[in-house]
């Protein structure tokens, strides 16, 4: 048997597997490509076929449209499927709705695609399932030690009790559209916050996919159709980019800026972007979740991607692994 | 340190100020003596604590992470003692972190050697957020936006008072303040000020707008150079003297001829502090010699001697003379200067003029070194606090441009990290020894471009880099970036023997083959 560099390998296409013929989250149209999950640096439009799981689809088939793709395969959570000279499962990746870890076997040899991935508890979707392998992928997006995220409970309380204080102002909490969106109002919900929450209208379509899907919201509408009156004290979530721009001022003199996202660990960040109450909630591993899983999965050989790869490398090496950053290009290191 | 941590942790994301001093009153009102003293000594003139704290740092990281990952996580950062705060080992379990007046009587208590130990242990005892209160505390300037006015503000507002009210008597008092908040809760007598000079907010100008010219009547202003100093204002009382910056920081220290020449007067002046050689203005960069300094050597009094060029007088003698006019005002300070003769002192001259278009000329047929733009003040104007619309206007010459090429990138630090934001660019000379050109650098540019332009930058690099170095990159020398800078100085410490005076990128010039940009003789030929 070869090894598994030889069957599996970066390109500039994305990372290729030869054995099976196909690329995963390629950044460039291919023929066959097997996606992790719906973010728009892992799935892009314009593949002949594409194999994900059924909530994936259906994510890329709201941003891109039904057309997307020449064809859509769904690929059964955990059920094995034979490609060309291996064989392929998705496994729950606990990142947002529909993520996967692609997991390729081939004779004895056992390779785990993580895609992007966390061990914290999401109520928009299915946790991290771990699985032993002897080559783990792993994205390496917060991989500093200053990395550690709060718990997405605590956070959310945070911000109820922040709405709570400032009656008069309206709320304006900047989140990723897919996946930190939904998360953040299933938080919300779980905290005992009932009031109906206003989207800006780029987060109106993936929101509503997940109600359709079965994710509990509650009520959520658009923002354009609120009055003034009822902005007031409320909860009005956007995009990141439209937390300072021209959108933002119909939210009152002096909204209260939010931002949930990882990168709220540092205070640079936060000041950046204005922000007055910055939530330190991420969809990706932490620095200790990056090391317990690789420890985990029992892996002798871990290939890092998008993100901080040098630190990574360097504290796997320190533990007495094998490791390497695998340059893929077309992955932004600084998006969630 | 919990509320503490708290309140630091919200200021330093608030941006509004009263957001701000809303913050810092709640919490000196409900904090208990004497943590809210120390935490206003922090925010203020600083902790009366001596600690290597850069190098026990250093030295606790080290016992506890990988050099590496704290140089990665540090550069990340931009910070060291959030990266720390952020770095340190998490607590087994949560116990409640120890009182502000507690870790401060440790610290003030302990022997040098014991300081280490100590704030590991309190490191130990704090989550993250109380971490990073405790090591800005102690690490002098907490950097949360909060100047020492505002905090003083603060103080003020419990009990419905002016600032200007703690201000009087503040460097009367010492930390932990117990004598202040007592006074301001009503508990006891106003603290006795003494007979310290104190700071009176400054009156600053706006810059005058192309829309300003058709509602200005040149009748009702008086024009004076603005000249390349550092605004400051002067305060003699019964011996003491004080220079504050403009912000209010005490800065005589480091200019004591100018405390021995004002020592037998009692004013309060409002001049531009200078270097200057036998009645010429030194460029700024001789004056930044002497800023910073706890104390000045005779060689440094000597080679570059500090001068005031006074502008305005807002006390004399005990009198408040802010509310005349600004004509008033200077009759009183041509008045005083004459019959008083400070030493190191001059007067910044009237400019006379009867139309703008006239002043302008005046304005580019002055020689004289050190001007940097023209002031006009309503002359029925008052001397205000702050910064009034419609009083005062600064009017600056437009900026020198050259086009560079762009050399190398880096990594910015804090909020920039992620991107290329720190920028070198060089300019043509010939290569010794041969008929081609090379490009020698002159300069390094941080500012002047917006997110989009950064990001675009940011692509360009990644896309050319020949070589890394560390968070520095390499670049193919094709890009040309329009700079805009203050002043071309000569300079012993750069290769090309010239330094620019703030560069900053005015426009990328994408369409401009390299070749064409500007030649190092070019450059020479704007020294002055
Ligand atoms: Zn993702
Ligand atoms: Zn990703």
Redesign the pocket.
């Known amino acids: 048997m070869r090894p598994i560099e030889h069957w599996l390998y970066p390109t500039p296409q994305g990372l290729y597997c030869e054995a099976g013929d196909f690329y995963i989250d390629p950044p460039r149209p291919v023929d066959r490509a097997l996606i992790t ?1 719906g ?1 728009s ?2 799935a892009r439009s314009g593949h002949a076929h594409v194999l994900a799981t059924p909530e994936t689809i259906a994510i890329m088939k709201v941003r891109y449209g039904a057309a997307c793709a020449g064809a859509f395969q769904s690929a059964h959570w955990g059920a094995q499927q034979k490609i060309g000279d291996v064989t392929v499962r998705f496994v729950p990746a606990g ?2 709705l529909g ?1 996967a870890q692609i997991v390729i076997e081939r004779g004895d040899c056992r390779a785990v695609i993580s ?2 991935y966390k061990r914290a508890s999401d109520p928009t979707c299915r946790p991290f399932e771990l699985v032993t392998c002897d080559v783990f992928v792993t994205e390496a997006t917060f991989a500093l030690p200053v990395f550690r995220h709060e718990r997405g409970e605590d956070e959310a309380r945070r911000l109820v009790q922040s709405i709570a204080r400032n009656a008069e102002r309206t709320h304006l909490l900047g989140v990723y559209g897919l ?1 930190k969106c939904q998360r953040m109002i299933a938080l919300l919900r779980q905290q005992g916050y009932h009031d109906p929450i206003w989207l800006h209208g780029a987060l109106v379509g993936l929101t509503a996919l997940f109600q359709d899907l079965g994710i509990e919201l509650g009520d959520c509408r658009p923002a354009s159709t609120a009055t003034d009156a009822e902005l007031k004290g409320a909860l009005v979530m956007c995009p990141p980019s439209a937390l300072l721009d021209r959108w933002s001022r119909r939210m009152g003199e002096d909204p209260v800026r939010v931002f949930a996202s990882g990168w709220m660990r540092v205070r640079g960040r936060a000041r950046q972007r204005g922000v007055e109450l910055p939530l330190v909630v991420s ?1 990706h591993a932490d620095w200790p979740e990056l090391l317990n899983t690789i420890v985990e999965t029992g892996a002798e050989d871990v290939w890092v991607t998008h993100g901080r790869e040098d630190a990574l490398v360097h504290q796997l090496s320190l533990m007495g692994r094998r490791a390497r950053a695998l340059d893929l290009v077309g992955y932004e290191d600084d998006a ?1 | 340190m919990r509320a503490f941590a708290e309140v630091l942790d919200c200021l330093s994301t608030t941006q509004s100020r009263t957001g701000k001093l809303a913050l810092l009153t709640d919490y000196l009102r409900s904090a208990p003596d004497p943590d809210r003293g120390w935490a206003l000594a922090a925010l203020t003139d600083g902790l009366p604590l001596r600690i290597g704290f850069r190098r026990i740092l250093s030295d606790l990281m080290a016992e506890r992470t990988d050099p590496v990952l704290f140089k990665l996580s540090r550069d990340f950062v931009g910070d060291t003692a959030e990266t720390v705060s952020l770095m340190w080992p998490a607590p087994e379990s949560i116990v409640e972190p120890p009182r502000l007046g507690e870790v401060v009587d440790w610290l003030l208590n302990a022997k040098p050697s014991e300081h280490a130990a100590i704030i590991a242990t309190i490191l130990d005892r704090c989550n993250v957020r109380e971490r990073w209160a405790f090591l800005k505390l102690i690490g002098g300037a907490p950097r949360v936006g909060v100047s020492a006015r505002l905090a003083k503000t603060a103080v003020a507002q419990i009990a419905g008072l002016d600032v200007s009210a703690v201000e009087e008597v503040w460097h009367a008092l010492k930390p932990p303040y117990a004598e202040l908040f007592s006074w301001v809760e009503g508990r006891s007598e106003r603290p006795d000020p003494g007979s310290v000079p104190v700071f009176r907010p400054m009156m600053l100008a706006h810059p005058v707008e192309d829309a300003d010219w058709p509602t200005l009547d040149p009748n009702e202003f008086a024009a004076e150079w603005k000249w390349d100093g550092i605004r400051v204002q002067v305060a003699a009382k019964a011996g003491d003297v004080r220079v504050y910056s403009r912000t209010g920081d005490d800065i005589s220290p480091a200019f004591p001829e100018i405390r021995s020449a004002f020592s037998h007067h009692d004013v309060v002046a409002d001049g531009e502090l200078l270097v200057v050689r036998q009645g010429t203005v030194a460029p700024f960069n001789d004056l930044q010699q002497r800023l910073n300094r706890k104390s000045v050597t005779g060689k440094m009094l000597r080679e570059h001697p500090a001068h005031l060029r006074l502008y305005d007088l807002l006390f004399t003698r005990g009198e408040d003379i802010r509310m005349l006019s600004f004509d008033d005002r200077r009759r009183r300070l041509e008045n005083w200067h004459a019959s008083e003769r400070p030493l190191l002192t001059d007067l910044s001259a009237l400019v006379e003029f009867d139309t703008f278009s006239e002043l302008e000329d005046l304005w580019r047929g002055a020689r004289e070194a050190g001007i940097e733009g023209l002031m006009l003040k309503r002359r029925a104007s008052p001397y205000l606090a702050g910064r009034p619309k419609g009083h005062w206007f600064k009017w600056k010459r437009a900026a020198l441009t050259l086009d560079c090429v762009l050399m190398y990138a880096q990594r910015g630090s804090g909020k920039r990290s992620s991107l290329y934001s720190d920028f070198t660019f060089g300019v043509w000379r010939p290569r010794e020894g041969s008929n081609e050109r090379e490009l020698v650098p002159v300069g390094k540019a941080y500012s002047g471009f917006t997110d989009a332009e950064l990001r675009d930058l940011d692509r360009f690099i990644r896309a050319n880099t020949t070589e890394t170095f560390g968070p520095v990159r390499a670049v193919v020398p094709k890009l040309v970036l329009e700079i805009a800078f203050d002043a071309v100085q000569p300079s012993s410490r750069h290769k090309s023997g010239v330094a620019m005076r703030f560069p900053r990128i005015h426009r990328i010039r994408w369409d401009k083959p390299a070749e064409e940009a500007d030649t190092l003789e070019a450059t020479m030929a704007l020294i002055g």
């Open positions: 999950h973010h640096d892992h990142h947002i993520s895609g992007d996946g969809d969630e």
